[in-house]
């Protein structure tokens, strides 16, 4: 394995096992006031109030994420363009997601230092740890700013070549400015993926990325396309070292990382000798056939509601509560999950009830 591939699994093994990402970014800034009706969405925020952007990730850190993923989300050079910004500006933009996330890292450290005869009467989690920062990248849908990351469908006449250029130098700039790795998050078709896949390779970034699928179905992704085979354009690139699913009610979770671990079942039954030879030859093959993946699987999915793109608005009461949410994560990591979180709803107080919860966490000083 090349270093950029063992840098997750000494990560996973630092967090003793299982890492907590950060929850819902866009929807925190809301809740702290931000007005996110706007075709950059989250992003807005970089322009108007990066003081807040910082204050949501420290608070997933004090809640005890160990990964924060920046607010570059919604955030293009055509999206930035189309307010005017000239492309100079609109790389500093890109690159201030990237330095806002690192600043938050820099105080939760110093607070660490200093704050444990402060702050023992709250509940925060100030406890020295490696942090992660994740570059989020959201999809060319994002960008549409019509929740088309909830329906994967750009056209027939949608390309490759296409999605790679639109996000070729955004991804470069972003790489580039000091992340630990790259989020490609809330990805709705397969198309898109090997777009990323592809842009990691031809521009010769090395850096780690993730690549995160959304679900409405808990079978395939958003656009239809099949999730294992998603899935697999991960399992082709060395540089992508975590896949998985984001920004999906979490009542699909559990089926969809057996459909993309599926692999393991068959190769235990193979391994205990309860199928005859002759047969496990073919198994064998067929195995060989089935685009799952041995990368680490990640899961960070939304409240459970659902989004009305053209309000900008939650659909509120019809997602599961905190309490249910946080029920669900330990059986997600015992059927294959090994970095967990929260998207679009989910609160500091989810990732601090996740964070508490985990057996390899629960012992953890604060
Ligand atoms: C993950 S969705 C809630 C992000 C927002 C969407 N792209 C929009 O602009 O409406
Ligand atoms: N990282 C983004 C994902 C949106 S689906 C956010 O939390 O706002
Ligand atoms: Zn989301």
């Known amino acids: 394995m090349g270093h950029v591939e063992t840098a997750m699994s000494d990560f996973l093994s630092q967090c003793g096992g299982v890492a907590v990402i950060d929850g819902g970014l866009a929807t925190e ?13 989250s992003a807005k925020c970089l322009l108007t109030s990066p003081h807040l952007i910082r204050t949501v990730h420290l608070d997933y850190l004090e809640a005890g994420a160990d990964i924060i993923i920046t607010a570059s989300y919604q955030a293009t050079i055509q999206g930035f363009e189309n307010k005017g910004y000239p492309l100079e500006e609109s790389e500093n933009l890109l690159r201030k997601s990237v330095e806002i996330a690192r600043e938050a890292r820099e105080l939760y450290y110093s607070r660490c230092h200093e704050g444990l005869t402060d702050h023992t009467a709250d509940d925060r989690i100030l406890n020295q740890r490696p942090i992660l920062v994740a570059a989020s990248v959201g999809s060319y849908g994002a960008y549409l700013a019509d929740g088309s990351e909830y329906s994967g469908d750009y056209g027939d006449a949608m390309d490759l070549e296409f999605l790679k250029n639109f996000h070729r130098r955004r991804v470069k700039v972003l790489a580039e400015s000091g ?3 790259i989020a490609f998050e809330t990805v709705p078709n397969k198309l898109e993926a090997q777009a990323f896949a592809l842009l990691l390779e031809e521009e010769e970034l090395n850096i780690p990325a993730w690549l995160s699928f959304n679900s409405k179905d808990g079978v395939n992704v958003v656009s239809g396309d099949s999730l294992p085979k998603c899935v697999a354009v991960a399992e082709s690139s060395n ?3 975590a896949v998985g699913i984001n920004c999906t009610p979490p009542i699909f979770i559990n089926d969809l990382i057996l459909s993309i671990k599926k692999v393991w079942f068959l190769l235990c039954l193979l391994f205990s000798r309860i199928i005859p030879a002759p047969l496990s030859t073919v198994m064998l093959t067929v195995i060989d056939e089935i ?6 699987i990640l899961i960070y999915p939304n409240s459970g509601e659902s989004y009305d793109a053209d309000r900008k608005e939650w659909v509120q009461n019809t997602g599961v509560s905190d309490k249910d949410f946080v029920s669900y994560v330990n059986n997600w990591c015992e059927v294959g999950a090994s970095l967990v979180g929260g998207c679009c709803r989910t609160t500091p107080h989810t990732i601090r009830e996740i964070y508490r919860n985990l057996p390899s966490r629960s012992t953890a000083p604060s």
């Not at 800034?29 to 969405?41: C, K, T, V």
């Open 239 to 241: 540089k992508i070292v």
């Open 179 to 181: 992340p630990d790795l």
């Open 29 to 41: 800034l809301e809740r702290h006031g931000a007005d996110l009706h706007d075709p950059l969405w």
């Open 291 to 296: 685009e799952v993946t041995n990368k680490p």
